[in-house]
């Protein structure tokens, strides 16, 4: 009579061999796209297959029945499947005291050493070498001020950045030409290598224009709790015809004549009515040739074309109008149980319009940028607004507008702006992820930059127009990065693997911040180790992406919270982090915590080094 452990490996076996045949089978479904498939990515591709088999079916039982016997589960098994099921069998014929099949003896393309080494491997071709002592990359997003401020981008590379991304949402091929000089010049100074992340912004679901209130500014002087002037407000008041020469990223620009610059000295004052009606007195401290800079302690409200008057003593030497101020932009309020109207024109955006009891005769309305959505969504679907700071329920959609009651504010009452991204999770939108503007910063970029991003990726048949695009332009050995920021991309991830396995050279990026909006940020934890796990799977890099460190890069301190997450992405083969004026130390911040998180763990897997505090004498 068999004792207690042979019976439980005996019936542990057929599970095993149930999962094998699965994902044998999951081959020859398959066979077509595995043949199709880069020579150098077969191997991963049978083993993403394997991986799918085998999370087709709960086994969290299974795995609690291999524990009890003292096994090695199968919950680290995504680089290998195959070797990892053969090893926990052929175990499990021993235990029982069962012959063990040669088959299950066999070496394996993937095992738990070249798993690792194909992942590494397709690590250093997308995203090159990391620095330092850590294996994870450190990728930057350049501020526009990249291209002009050369030691900006030495300062971001000896800090330990590994990639630059260029956002071509925002500047131009000149500025992105600039950009790129100057990481190739801090290159040669400093002997390191740095790859070029090339951004396509993609078809950008977001809120239209709404027509500016007025061109006004504020200026406030710095207080304490008491209200008394700590340091006065700062003001340079610039020449009207050298405005955009002059305009600086210190002291708000005022635009006014050329005869106030002209006339001005130290000392003089600059009077105006603010937009609230009260005198307000600048006093100049500075004159410089199309400028002065003038101080204030008192907070004003200053409007185009308000009058203002130079003054020296008792007399006014010229006068004239406040030049063109920026566009102040009221945001549309609205509250729960709101109307919205979404149009698919050009017309502006308008809040809603009140009887004078309070009651709404005409609800809010904004535009939407991309018309292609109105062909898509469909009565009951979900929207979501500004990162989900507003969401509401479709109601209708007649094709020209889509009625939306607003079930979400976030608190009594929501601000909705324009740029602002919109989220259709529930809706499938039938529009190509290159948009003609993609196609033309394509065309440039494809002989530029190392990497090219996908954004708004949703079906394999967007990682294939993107093949052709480089085919026709002569850059088929460019790498590719997919963006998986929608549910129906996360959805379909596992054939969008399967398409950039066709690749020579491929990654994903998680783009948090709008998967949250689209899962829901209760399944974010959740979905981001889903797509680690498939991505792992199929031995694809993984960019973190999204608000990592962002108090820190804006601010200069981060919070506890997000350490915890920079820590997290030790789990992927690069980070992303976004620009701020703290960049530098932020990029030199996260690389000495990616150091020391990867001396502690690998993947999943702890790496059980020695801990000084397991010392008790």
């Not at 738990?112 to 491997?121: E, S």
């Not at 995203?127 to 001020?145: C, F, H, N, Y």
């Not at 991309?370 to 959609?397: H, M, R, T």
Request: proline letters at 5%; a negative charge; hydrophobic letters at 45%.
């Amino acid at each position: 009579m068999r004792n207690n452990i042979e019976a439980q490996a005996l019936q542990l076996i057929p599970q095993i061999a149930t999962i094998h045949a699965r994902a044998i089978e999951l081959e020859h479904l398959f066979q077509a796209e595995l043949e199709a498939m880069d020579p150098i990515h077969q191997s991963s591709a049978h083993n993403l297959l394997h991986y799918l088999a085998f999370r087709q079916a709960d086994r969290r039982q299974l795995q609690q029945d291999l524990a009890a016997l003292g096994l090695s589960s199968l919950g680290r098994a995504e680089s290998h499947v195959l070797s990892a099921l053969n090893a926990v069998s052929t175990t499990l014929y021993r235990l029982a005291q069962v012959p063990v099949p040669a088959a299950l003896l066999e070496e394996l393309p993937v095992n738990a050493t070249t798993g690792t080494m194909l992942l590494n491997n397709c690590s250093d071709d997308l995203l090159g070498i990391a620095s330092g002592k850590r294996t994870v990359r450190i990728m930057v997003t350049m501020p526009s001020e990249a291209a002009t401020d050369p030691v900006l981008v030495h300062d971001l590379l000896e800090a330990g950045m590994d990639v630059m991304r260029i956002n071509c949402a925002h500047d131009g091929p000149d500025v992105w030409q600039a950009m790129m000089a100057n990481l190739r010049k801090a290159e040669r100074q400093l002997g390191r290598s740095c790859k070029i992340h090339a951004d396509l912004a993609g078809p950008k679901l977001r809120t239209g224009a709404i027509p500016p209130l007025t061109h006004l500014i504020k200026i406030r002087p710095q207080r304490n709790l008491r209200g008394q002037v700590l340091q006065p407000a700062v003001v340079r008041f610039v020449a009207s015809t050298a405005v955009g020469a002059s305009a600086t990223s210190g002291p708000p620009v005022v635009p006014v004549p050329d005869t106030l610059i002209q006339l001005s000295q130290m000392g003089d004052v600059l009077e105006l009515t603010d937009a609230r009606g009260r005198q307000r007195r600048f006093n100049i401290i500075d004159k410089q040739a199309v400028a002065c800079v003038a101080t204030t302690e008192q907070t004003a409200y200053i409007e185009t074309g308000s009058l203002i008057k130079l003054k020296r003593g008792p007399d006014i030497l010229a006068d004239g109008e406040i030049g063109l101020l920026p566009e102040l932009i009221e945001p549309i309020l609205l509250q729960m149980g709101d109307t919205l109207i979404v149009t698919k024109d050009a017309s502006l955006g308008s809040p809603a319009k009140r009887d004078d009891l309070g009651h709404i005769t005409q609800p809010a309305q904004i535009p939407c940028t991309l018309p292609e959505v109105f062909a898509s969504v469909q009565a009951g679907e979900a929207i979501w607004f500004d990162d989900g700071k507003v969401g509401g329920n479709v109601v209708a959609n007649d094709g020209e507008r889509i009625t939306v009651s607003i079930t979400f504010t976030g608190g009594k009452m929501a601000k909705l702006a324009p740029e602002k991204g919109i989220n259709l999770p529930d809706t499938t939108i039938q529009v190509s992820a290159l948009t003609p503007k993609d196609l033309i910063d394509l065309a440039f970029m494809a002989d530029r930059a190392d990497i090219i991003g996908l954004s708004f990726v949703r079906t394999p048949e967007d990682v294939h127009q993107l093949e052709q695009e480089l085919n026709r332009l002569n850059a088929t050995q460019k790498s590719i990065v997919l963006k998986i920021e929608t549910r129906q991309a996360f959805d379909n991830l596992p054939h969008l693997l399967l398409s950039c396995l066709r690749l020579s050279s491929a990654g994903v990026m998680v783009a948090r911040g709008d998967l949250a909006v689209e899962m829901g940020f209760e399944r974010l934890a959740e979905v981001q180790e889903e797509i680690l796990w498939l991505c792992e799977a199929a031995h694809i890099p993984v960019i973190w992406a999204t608000q990592v460190l962002e108090s820190m890069a804006k601010s200069g301190a981060p919070s506890r919270a997000e350490v915890s997450d920079a820590a997290m992405g030790e789990r992927a083969e690069c980070v992303m982090l976004n620009k701020g004026p703290f960049i530098v130390e932020t990029v030199r911040f996260l690389s000495g915590v990616l150091e020391r998180m990867s001396a502690h763990q690998s993947k999943k897997s702890s790496m059980l080094r020695q801990l000084a505090v397991s010392q008790l004498a």
